[in-house]
């Protein structure tokens, strides 16, 4: 019988490399398929997907089952880590381009003012039932259509559309109440 997901990063936080290759060749493709989406160049979404599993095998044993899925778990690493090249790569093109300093204050105000953003959605997904977040977060951190999330868990695809839109309209309701712009 497979292993989960779950049980592979138990297995990799105690250092079992097989693990971690396995899953690898179960959540690669869909790690490399967003890493792609926000990065759009294959070298550097290679590279991110190759740092967050990296990550993965520094940081498995900080990965908690209660607060979510290891395939969700995984895929925030992957996109952490093709932002984190997005941002360098714009530095670096920045940088080239004008040597004159930029302004410290807008960007530091910019970066607080999406950290606060990101941590008002993050805990709006944590008051959504289950089956809702977890089709937001395969939809929006896996990269996935309705269809392929159909078929991932063998719901038909109507329940998903449906889990969607509730769960889209309960994060905006959500998000709105604590005043938070989307």
């Known amino acids: 019988m497979p292993r989960t997901d779950e049980e592979l990063l138990a297995a990799i936080a105690r250092g079992d490399e097989g693990a971690l290759a396995e899953l690898y060749d179960r959540l ?8 792609l989406r926000v990065l ?8 991110a997907v190759q740092d967050a599993f990296l990550g993965v095998w520094r940081t498995a044993a900080a ?14 690493l992957v996109h952490r880590r093709a932002v984190d090249v997005v941002r360098r790569e714009d530095r670096r093109r920045t940088e080239q381009l004008d040597d004159a300093p930029v302004a ?16 008002a959605v993050q805990a709006a997904l944590a008051l959504l039932p289950a ?27 109507g329940t998903v559309k449906s889990r969607v839109f509730a769960g889209l309209a309960r994060l ?5 109440e604590a005043g938070a712009t989307t």
């Open 40 to 47: 759009r160049d294959p070298a550097l979404a290679q590279d």
């Open 63 to 76: 990965f908690d089952p209660r607060r979510g899925k290891a395939q969700t778990w995984l895929l925030t």
């Open 172 to 176: 905006r309701d959500l998000l709105g």
């Open 131 to 157: 089956d809702q977040r977890e089709a937001l977060e395969l939809s929006y951190y896996g990269g996935l259509t309705q269809t392929e999330l159909a078929e991932r868990l063998g719901i038909p695809l």
């Open 28 to 35: 690669g493709r869909v790690a490399y398929g967003l890493a």
């Open 104 to 119: 410290a204050a807008e960007s530091t105000d910019e970066e607080a003012s999406v950290r606060e953003q990101r941590r």
